[in-house]
């Protein structure tokens, strides 16, 4: 027997498990285990995928919630970096708030919508704002972690050459944190689309999130399983990337 099929690599097993699973909900659905109104079998909803390019403008909210991820994740990134230096340099900032911040990485922080919906009414501000503040707390506790935990013997050796504090942060400590740094970089990133496409959901705006809640309203409901499968398939995606990017960066260093 081929090694491939006793150790099959991991994406392979991935395949297999995905394929296991689809092919349990079929049968299941063909048998009347499911019904189709509450959980469509995929045979309808992989080919529903293409039916949202010519009746639901697929490509034009891509790019719109795509937009807003990105805005959002840029700038709650820049924020979170600075804040997790200041944590990491005022250590005793950094002892009475990353509890704090570690505390709002695990709440519903999309439940805060009203309250943005007031101060930046019903647009993509609110949206961007939204994702902005779901991406900070995992990229601030991730920067503030990787330079904590940067070795003493670097920062000797830069002080030996006599660096000045910038220096020492740009050639030594954010190259050497960078790997726990692109931690916080992949997860907010996951954040910032979860938070994005809920918050348009919840407040009927936008792209994605606002299409999905249109088909749910129509009851197509194998529509609206292909746009929540289209969602993930990007966050999947996205995430794999972000990957190879920072594989790519570390290469370089």
Known sequence: MPVWLIRPPPLLSRLLVFAV?????EAASAAGMVSRFIAPPPSEIFPAIGLLYVDN?????????FGEVFAAAGIGSGLGMAIGWWLHHNRTAGAAYTDWIAASAA????LLFPLFLVLFGRNAATIVAMGAV???PPVILKTKEGLDHVRSVL???GRTFSLTRWQQVRMILFPAALPTIFTGLRLGLVFALINVVGVEFLIGFGGMGLMIAELGDRFEIAGMYAAILFVVLCSATFF?????????????R
Do not use: H, N, Q
Request: glycine share 2%; charged share 20%; net charge negative.
């Open 240 to 252: 794999y990337l972000t990957e190879k990017l920072e594989t790519w960066l570390l290469s370089a």
């Open 134 to 136: 779901s991406v900070m």
């Open 57 to 65: 403008e697929l490509t034009a909210r891509f790019l719109r919630t």
């Open 107 to 110: 709440a519903p922080l999309v």
């Open 155 to 157: 920062i000797d050796v």
């Open 21 to 25: 699973l689809l092919g349990v909900w």
